[in-house]
C-alpha cells in the first residue's frame, strides 16, 4: 500500500471547498438559508481521528516493543515477540488512508462555507460561523491523526520478501 499523497489530500479539500462554497451561494440564490452544519459534526470528526489512532496504537507497539525504546523489530516478528497481523494493520492503515481524505474534503468544505459566509455584505450569525469554523478544523485534525495513525501501521519488509533477481548473464529464460 502506498502512502497518502499530499496532493490527494490537497484535491479533496479543494473539491470540498469549491462544493461547500456553491452549495451555500446556490442555497442564497435560491432565497434558503444558508448551510450550517450540526454542532456534532465537528466532534464525530474528532471521534473518528480519535479511533483511528487508538487503533493503530497495538499495530505500533507490537512494532516498536511494549516500551517504545525504539528496538524495531524486522518484518513480521516484531520486538514483542508476537507476530504481527499484516491483514489487520493493512485495514487500520486503509482505515486512516480513508479518514484522512474524509477529513480534508470535509474540513475543505468547512472552509468553503466560511469563505462563502465571510464574503456576504451582512456579517454571519456568531453560532453559524462558529460551527463551520469548528468543522474546518476538526477536519484539519482529522487529517492529521489519520496520517499519524498511517504512519503507525507501516511494517517493515522482511529481506524474504524480496523477489529473487534474474539470473546473471542477460537472458533470464529457460529456453
Known amino acids: 500500500m502506498k502512502r497518502t499523497s499530499p496532493l ?3 484535491s479533496a479539500a479543494v473539491l470540498g471547498a469549491l462544493a461547500g462554497f456553491l452549495f451555500d451561494h446556490l442555497l442564497t440564490v435560491s432565497g434558503r438559508p444558508t448551510f450550517t452544519p450540526f454542532i456534532s459534526l465537528p466532534i464525530m470528526l474528532l471521534l473518528l481521528g480519535a479511533i483511528v489512532v487508538v487503533l493503530a496504537l497495538p499495530i505500533r507497539r507490537a ?3 511494549p516500551r517504545g525504546d525504539g528496538a524495531v523489530a524486522t518484518g513480521s516478528q516484531p520486538a514483542s515477540g508476537s507476530p ?3 491483514f489487520r494493520a493493512l485495514r ?5 488512508k480513508a479518514s484522512s481524505i474524509v477529513g ?5 468544505a468547512g472552509a468553503g462555507l466560511a469563505l462563502y459566509l465571510l464574503t456576504r ?3 454571519p450569525p456568531l453560532g453559524s460561523i462558529t460551527a463551520v469554523v469548528a468543522t474546518a478544523v476538526a ?3 482529522l487529517v492529521v491523526a489519520a496520517l499519524v495513525a498511517e504512519n503507525m501501521c507501516i511494517i517493515r519488509k522482511d529481506d524474504d520478501d524480496e523477489p529473487p533477481e534474474p539470473a546473471a ?3 533470464s529464460h529457460p529456453w
Open 8 to 10: 490527494v489530500l490537497v
Open 63 to 65: 512494532i516498536r516493543g
Open 84 to 86: 504481527v497481523n499484516p
Open 92 to 96: 487500520i492503515a486503509i482505515l486512516a
Open 104 to 108: 480534508a474534503a470535509v474540513g475543505g
Open 121 to 123: 455584505p451582512v456579517p
Open 139 to 141: 477536519g484539519a485534525i
Open 169 to 171: 548473464g542477460g537472458d
